[in-house]
């Protein structure tokens, strides 16, 4: 079977930055699962992945914006430390925000907090190594909840 809109695809998968190093990996876990057409892969991948069957390997580079974006300015942000409530900031913390917005204290100088809204991984090339292990449709429950049951998916 051929992966296409409603397909619950399995595969194993590496991620490497530009320079080669692991950023992520199936590896010593079960196949990674999701349903194809329904944005829960990054679109480049998804679209690169569209068309295979189980037993594909494959590598996919994946352009930031078909990621997890570029790199917006206007998500780095110098914040007073007194709008942290007294709080202490040190650089690698994360906070979210009301409107769920997750930020990274980059860096902590001169009474202020420069923080980083963007996606760790927006601007980065991906380079995906691929193994498709099983391709098969999507049941109607699993289309009705939006995610995978049984393995490398949610258990109920």
């Known amino acids: 079977m051929q992966i296409t809109k409603n397909a619950v695809v399995s595969f194993h998968y590496t991620l490497n930055d530009p320079e080669g190093n692991v950023l992520d990996s199936s590896d010593g876990r079960e196949a990674f699962a999701y349903i194809h057409g329904m944005g829960m892969i ?39 430390l007194d709008r942290f409530g007294g709080q202490n900031v040190e650089a690698g913390m994360q906070f979210q925000t009301p409107d769920n917005m997750v930020w ?11 923080l980083n809204g963007n996606h760790p991984l927006a601007g980065v090339t991906l380079h995906f190594n691929v193994e498709i292990t099983d391709v098969r449709m999507a049941t109607a429950d ?11 998916g949610h258990h109920h």
Do not use: F, I, R, W
């Not at 480049?44 to 390997?57: D, F, H, S």
């Not at 352009?63 to 790199?71: L, M, N, S």
């Not at 699993?142 to 490398?152: A, C, Q």
């Open 142 to 152: 699993e289309l009705s909840h939006g995610h995978v049951h049984g393995p490398g």
């Open 42 to 80: 990054v679109p480049g991948l998804e679209q690169q992945l569209e068309g295979k069957t189980a037993g594909t390997k494959l590598k996919a580079e994946v352009a930031p914006d078909q990621g997890y974006g570029e790199v917006n300015p206007e998500l780095m942000q110098k914040v007073p």
């Open 104 to 114: 990274t204290v980059v860096e902590v100088a001169d009474g202020h907090a420069m």
